[in-house]
């Protein structure tokens, strides 16, 4: 396996790991709406999903190469935006 396509595996994984933990975020929002004061929760945690997903990308990423390119890091963001309908749809759907 390439370098490549172990990024990409581990970034599904990461994304896979992060989506099972959507309907525990939105309970939590609910349950505690009065001190989060979150205005959309659907929208919140969308954001987190993908800040998991990027910042996760990017630490592997890292982790692979001592300093990635600008090119490098683009098919990271790739990489997690292929599954933005499969994110929005578990959030939104």
Do not use: C, W
Request: glycine letters at 8%.
């Amino acid at each position: 396996m390439s370098n490549e396509e172990q990024l990409e595996s581990l970034i599904t994984q990461t994304i896979y790991g992060a989506m099972s933990t959507i309907p525990a975020y939105l309970e939590e929002i609910k349950q505690n709406k009065d001190s989060l004061q979150v205005g959309n929760a659907e929208e919140f945690v969308y954001g987190m999903v993908m800040g998991m997903a990027l910042g996760m990308g990017g630490a592997l990423l890292s982790a692979q190469k001592e300093i990635p390119s600008e090119e490098d890091q683009i098919k990271v963001r790739d990489m997690i935006y292929k599954h933005l309908p499969e994110i929005r749809e578990r959030i939104f759907g």
